[in-house]
DNA sequence: TCAAAAGTGTGCAATATTGAACAGACACGC
DNA sequence: GCGTGTCTGTTCAATATTGCACACTTTTGA
């Protein structure tokens, strides 16, 4: 799976979505995939294989993506050519999500890190949903709301740590990233320049602190080219 | 005024808000503090004095607040001491949101830069009105997208400039900060502490760009204490 | 009004970080 | 097997940044 292949479902007929009565709308779990699904106007299903662009900065913005399968990078480029990634998105999540607030254009590049499959809802169908639709406005209320405390922990982390704690902090952040299926340590493949680009750092310096980590035994190569990370790395975050 | 004061509004019964009906939900005006002085239950209007504390990090969070008049700062303090301030709110902006997302701790301290008047919306409350009123909770979706977009744009700033534009920066977003009234390009007195605070870095540096830009007629002192930013200030945020 | 507190302009040595370079390790396709 | 490209470990000088120090100025509050 290389190209992106889409399944357009515009034609369908637009019906309301059969979702659980919300007597209780806190600890009621919802299978939100299923109420995605329900959407039927609008959107467009769309898989794309590994490292595909799904938009790109600058690019004109439309449309919001909902996160089936598979994971996804946000990445921005500065004007100097520099690359930073913003964030790294798991199934159930949204993106894109700028152009409802009024953005013309992508902030930053979307691209696949595995094989996904996402939605693309069209802005202005996305706009009506969450004023029609209570379900799909407390789901969107919810990404939001742990987006934004991810940002902030981000920000805080930039503001106050060496480029050493905030490497951990990634590691750290990555090991537990996509524990949906088991309780997996094993980083998925990252390369150091990659590494470098979320923390905000040069390579050479991420090789430095690698070794250093690997020295303390804070972090393991496993055969192939995976790395485990050891849980006490925490103590680099948190001491000194 | 320098005590919170408070009138609780919990007796009045609740009955739901008029509001313009629906029918073109962009671009149509609201009036938000009359929509939000309509929500009657679970809800308290606080007013407090510059430089008030209105919640510490720490402290256990049950509700959210929306700042009805005056501007408030969040900060962080981490374990060494050092304090971030990680945003600058408005008249308009709701903030101690993430308990929605189930934080149970306050992650930041909130206090009043001016005197303030807040409304204080329970948790519970908070989370049935978005459940069962579109227009609060369109309310909030929209300013979750700003805050979004506001961090997003900190963290790359971090990610990709040095102190010295991160300073300019800062300095422009401040000019154009709580433009409601006219057009002010005098900035509300912040001392290069806070400056530092704000951009992620030391006081010494701060004084040291202020000066640079002082010298290149980026700022300009305006007699009593305040600063007036100069646009030119942008070259130093595009150039090189 | 005066003294304390807060804010500012400097300087400087100790560190941290960059940016570029180069060689070896490894995977991959042909 | 053999190039080719990517990833890595390592170095090193040039910069940027910190953390302190001290003398001044301004603001604040009694």
């Known amino acids: 799976m290389t190209t992106p292949t889409s399944r357009n479902e515009k034609s369908k007929p637009f019906n309301s979505v059969a979702v659980p009565s919300g007597r209780n709308h806190k600890s009621r779990p919802v299978d939100w995939n299923a109420l995605l699904a329900g959407i039927n106007g609008g959107k467009t299903i769309i898989e794309y294989g590994a490292s595909r662009t799904i938009f790109s900065q600058g690019q004109p913005a439309d449309a919001v993506f909902y996160l089936r399968h598979g994971k996804v990078k946000l990445a921005v480029t500065s004007e100097q050519g520099k690359e930073a990634i913003v964030a790294l998105l798991n199934a159930g999540e949204f993106f894109g999500e700028g152009c409802l607030a009024g953005q013309p254009l992508r902030m930053a590049t979307a691209s696949a890190m595995t094989d996904c499959t996402l939605a693309r809802i069209e802005k202005t169908r996305m706009a009506s949903m969450l004023h029609e639709q209570h379900e799909i406005s407390e789901l969107f209320v919810t990404h939001l709301l742990s987006r934004n405390i991810q940002f902030e922990g981000d920000l805080v982390d930039q503001l106050f740590n060496s480029s050493e704690k905030r490497l951990a902090r990634i590691l750290l952040q990555l090991s537990h990233f996509g524990k ?20 905000g750092t040069t390579r050479s310096r991420v090789s430095h602190f690698m070794n250093k980590f690997k020295k303390h035994g804070f972090v393991d190569y496993t055969g192939n080219g995976g790395l485990t990370v050891n849980s006490g790395l925490l103590s680099v975050v948190l001491h000194d």
Chains 1, 2 share one sequence.
């Open 180 to 199: 949906e299926s088991r309780a997996e340590t094993v980083l998925p493949r990252v390369s150091q320049e990659n590494l470098a680009q979320m923390v």
